[in-house]
T-cell receptor
Framework: RKEVEQDPGPFNVPEGATVAFNCTYS??????FFWYRQDCRKEPKLLMSVYSSGNEDGRFTAQLNRASQYISLLIRDSKLSDSATYLC???????????FGTGTRLKVLA | NAGVTQTPKFRVLKTGQSMTLLCAQDMNHEYMYWYRQDPGMGLRLIHY???????AKGEVPDGYNVSRLKKQNFLLGLESAAPSQTSVYFCASNRPGQGANEQFFGPGTRLTVL
C-alpha cells in the first residue's frame, strides 16, 4: 500500500463547478498535511496547509480526518486557471520526511 | 528575494558522464532537499540536509552524492550518469518549526541521459 494515495484523475469539470479531491495516508503518526498545486513542467507550489479543524481560503476548503486518515480539498466555482495537478503531501513522523502523492489532475473546461 | 534557484534548467548527458546540479536559497532555511519526479510517481527524496556540513540519504540515494558546504547551497552530483537517472530534479528548502513547515521548491532541472 502506498503511503499517500490519490485518485490520479483526470477530473474534467465545467467552469463554475464544484470539485472535490480526496487523499489517504497510511501512517497515523503523520504530523502535518498540505495541498500543493503543480502546473505542467513547473515546480510544486503550496496551495494550503490542512489543519485539524479544517480551513478555508477563498474558493478552497481543506479538511483533515485523522481517525480515517484522509484529507480532502474542495474547490468551488472552478476557474479555467484552476487547471493543474494537485499534490497531497504528508509530513512526518520526523521533521524531514515529506511523502508526496502522485497528484490529481484537474482540467476546467470553458 | 529569489527564493530557491536551481542551475542548470536543462541538461543532456551521455551515459557515464558526470555533472553537478546546484541549488541555492536566500531564505536562511536550515533544511534542504533533493527530489526526483518521474511520470506516474510522486516526488521521491534522494538526499537531504538538516544543516551546513550535514547530509543524509533519502528514499532513492543510489547513484547520487551531495554536499552542503554553505548553508545556502546544496549540490547534487551524478558521478556516472545512467539512463535511469533521466528525470526532473527539484530542490526544496524549509525551516522546521516555522508555521506548518511547508517546503519551498526551486524551478527544477530537466535531465536526460542518453
Amino acid at each position: 500500500r502506498k503511503e499517500v494515495e490519490q485518485d490520479p484523475g483526470p477530473f474534467n469539470v465545467p467552469e463554475g463547478a464544484t470539485v472535490a479531491f480526496n487523499c489517504t495516508y497510511s501512517n497515523s503518526a503523520s504530523q502535518s498535511f498540505f495541498w500543493y498545486r503543480q502546473d505542467c513542467r513547473k515546480e510544486p507550489k503550496l496551495l494550503m496547509s490542512v489543519y485539524s479543524s479544517g480551513n478555508e481560503d477563498g474558493r478552497f476548503t481543506a479538511q483533515l480526518n485523522r481517525a480515517s486518515q484522509y484529507i480532502s480539498l474542495l474547490i468551488r466555482d472552478s476557474k479555467l486557471s484552476d487547471s493543474a495537478t494537485y499534490l497531497c503531501v504528508v509530513n512526518g513522523p520526523g521533521t524531514y520526511k515529506y511523502i508526496f502523492g502522485t497528484g490529481t489532475r484537474l482540467k476546467v473546461l470553458a | 528575494n529569489a527564493g530557491v534557484t536551481q542551475t542548470p534548467k536543462f541538461r543532456v548527458l551521455k551515459t557515464g558522464q558526470s555533472m553537478t546540479l546546484l541549488c541555492a536559497q536566500d531564505m536562511n532555511h536550515e533544511y534542504m532537499y533533493w527530489y526526483r519526479q518521474d511520470p506516474g510517481m510522486g516526488l521521491r527524496l534522494i538526499h537531504y540536509s538538516v544543516g551546513e556540513g550535514t547530509t543524509a540519504k533519502g528514499e532513492v540515494p543510489d547513484g547520487y552524492n551531495v554536499s552542503r558546504l554553505k548553508k545556502q547551497n546544496f549540490l547534487l552530483g551524478l558521478e556516472s550518469a545512467a539512463p535511469s537517472q533521466t528525470s526532473v530534479y527539484f530542490c526544496a528548502s524549509n525551516r522546521p518549526g516555522q508555521g506548518a513547515n511547508e517546503q519551498f521548491f526551486g524551478p527544477g532541472t530537466r535531465l536526460t541521459v542518453l
